[in-house]
């Protein structure tokens, strides 16, 4: 899988991303809370490619982030998918974000 997406194991997951992933995908599965974890693989969770597609729109209006396809489909933990959505986040953030300002020729 390309790194474009899923960052390396260094990538830092804020406690409230990580909550809200796994929220959202015991929601998404009507599974309990308690039985998903980040370290929890989609095949421990029975997460199959149909339920997949599900999780991926979840997640992407939970965060307001578009998931690409291509990069969906070799996520298999939640690990992954937290990592994955925390880099979307942070890149949508990071082109909201003002340039600084100019400034202008001549001008001291």
């Known amino acids: 899988m390309g790194d ?17 992933v ?25 997460i199959d490619s149909l339920d997949g597609i599900n999780l991926i729109f979840a997640l992407e209006s939970e965060f307001n982030v578009d998931i690409p396809d291509e990069e969906a489909r070799e996520i298999k933990s939640v690990r992954q ?19 600084a300002p100019v400034p202008e020729e001549g001008v001291a």
């Open 22 to 46: 796994i929220r959202v995908i015991a929601k998404t599965q009507r599974i309990p809370l308690e039985t998903v974890t980040i370290d929890s693989t989609f095949e421990e969770l029975k």
């Open 4 to 20: 474009d997406l899923v960052p390396g194991d260094s990538a830092e997951l804020s406690e409230d991303l990580q909550a809200r």
């Open 81 to 99: 998918m937290a990592q994955g959505v925390a880099l979307l986040v942070a890149q949508k953030a990071a082109q909201k974000a003002p340039a």
